[in-house]
């Protein structure tokens, strides 16, 4: 048993930070991931570099995989999640992890590409600077196994469950995006030309940018909507997303240079401020996009199937509509899934609106990243290379009381 292991559960961007910074500094790491791949939801979010790079974060993610995959001192358990926590006496903690075991192994494929080609059911996917794994579409043919020239493949499927020592526990389990299909009134699902800015990453992450009934030659008008489930205490929380104003901003901007003939709405309450270059970006994508301040919207659908925007201009003081190709709901960050169990196990707090709420270092538990609140990707490296000293200013206390 190390004195100095930690584990840490999320192999997002803060989770994957906190590990590599950990490892360099000599300590003994495991990361815990509930995906089969590391890199966290925006692994699969697109570059929305327009001239110039626009400081989405997207590129920080991928490099952080790549260097995982240098790493070799860093154990990792994929497809896994913390069952159990309870402390051991003063010795650290003891955690229950339960495996769902991957189908295939990342240390042995050498990504040929032969599973995929041989794959009836599309069920073998790439995750961006990773390898290969394989979803929720699989039926178990075996096809994949007979080809693979490394032995990378078992269709085991039975979960196992194993015991770990930490002498602490970070954790990074990050967030899910706000569900808009909850409240009736953004008619989400309703149409396909009415999206999320979570679809629109995806789009962006394949260069595709617009959904397929969206015909580029034909797309004339796109709107974006802010503080979708943010700063509205009956659907999402009360509070300020941080991050939706920057990717919406920064997809305008790009979609503009992809489609110069399109017409861009932004309907919002206030613009968030981010990043030291924020002035000059701003004033970029001001010329690219009209800025609408208006109150909050209803939606209908025209005889041409077109979402019909309607809103109470804030500037013009009366109510207008306009009919779009397209419309991008800028949903904002809602608590991870797992934030209330988590709280449970380790005997963490919620706040009000359900993030993780720590004492960082409180009984050996540090919570980083946007598990505890709303933050860009660059926010979350900065506050994952904080809470790292934290972790090692307590590992040597520890040391020095022993
Ligand atoms: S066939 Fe095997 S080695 Fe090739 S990509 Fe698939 S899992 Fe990896
Ligand atoms: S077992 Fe069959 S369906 Fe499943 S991943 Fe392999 S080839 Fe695809
Ligand atoms: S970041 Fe912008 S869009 Fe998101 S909740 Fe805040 S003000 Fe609204």
Redesign the pocket.
């Known amino acids: 048993m190390s004195s100095n292991s930690v584990c840490i559960i999320g192999a997002g961007i803060s989770g994957l930070t906190v590990a590599n910074n950990l490892v360099n500094a000599g300590i003994e790491v495991t990361l815990v991931e509930r995906n089969p791949y590391p890199g966290g939801r925006a692994l699969f979010y697109g570059c929305k570099a327009s001239d110039s790079c626009v400081h989405c974060g997207v590129c920080l993610i991928r490099e952080a995989v790549m260097n995982f995959r240098r790493t070799h001192n860093i154990k990792s358990q994929f497809s896994s999640e913390l069952t159990g926590f309870s402390r051991s006496n003063g010795e650290g903690i003891l955690l229950e992890i339960e495996t769902h075991p991957n189908i295939i192994d990342w240390r042995l494929c050498t990504e040929c590409g032969k599973c995929i080609e041989a794959c009836p059911e599309n069920a073998v996917k790439i995750a961006p600077g990773w390898k290969y794994y394989v979803d929720s579409g699989c039926n178990d043919c075996g096809k994949c196994v007979d080809v693979c020239p490394e032995g990378a493949i078992a269709l085991k499927r039975e979960s196992m469950r194993e015991s770990i020592h930490a002498d602490c526990l970070v954790i990074a389990s990050g967030f899910k995006p706000f569900d808009p299909s909850v409240n009736r009134k953004w008619s989400y699902g309703e149409s396909p030309r009415i999206i999320t800015g979570s679809d629109l990453e995806e789009l962006f992450y394949t260069e595709n940018y617009l959904p397929g009934v969206v015909k580029k030659s034909d797309c004339k008008r796109i709107a974006f909507l ?2 979708v489930g ?2 509205n205490v009956t659907e999402g929380g009360e509070y ?6 920057a990717y919406a901003l920064q997809m305008a901007g790009r979609l503009k240079d992809e489609f110069p003939h399109t017409e861009i709405d932004f309907y919002y ?4 401020h981010f990043g030291k270059d924020f002035e000059s970006f701003f004033g970029d994508v001001s010329r690219k996009v009209n800025f609408i301040n208006s109150n909050p919207i209803t939606f209908s659908v025209d005889r041409a199937d077109r979402p019909v925007v309607r809103y109470e201009s804030i500037t013009e003081q009366k109510d207008k509509e306009e009919a779009y190709d397209l419309v991008v709901l ?1 949903n ?1 960050i809602a608590p991870g899934d797992k934030n209330e169990a988590l709280a449970k196990m380790t005997g963490l707090s919620l706040d009000k609106s359900g993030f993780l709420y720590a004492m960082n270092g409180m009984g050996g538990v540090f919570v980083t990243g946007a598990c505890k609140q709303p933050m860009r990707i660059e926010d979350c490296i900065e506050d994952a290379t904080g809470v790292t000293g934290e972790v090692l200013s307590y590992l040597e206390e520890r040391v020095q009381v022993k």
């Open positions: 802010q503080c943010s700063r300020c997303s941080r991050v939706c104003c309450m206030d613009i968030q800028s904002g």
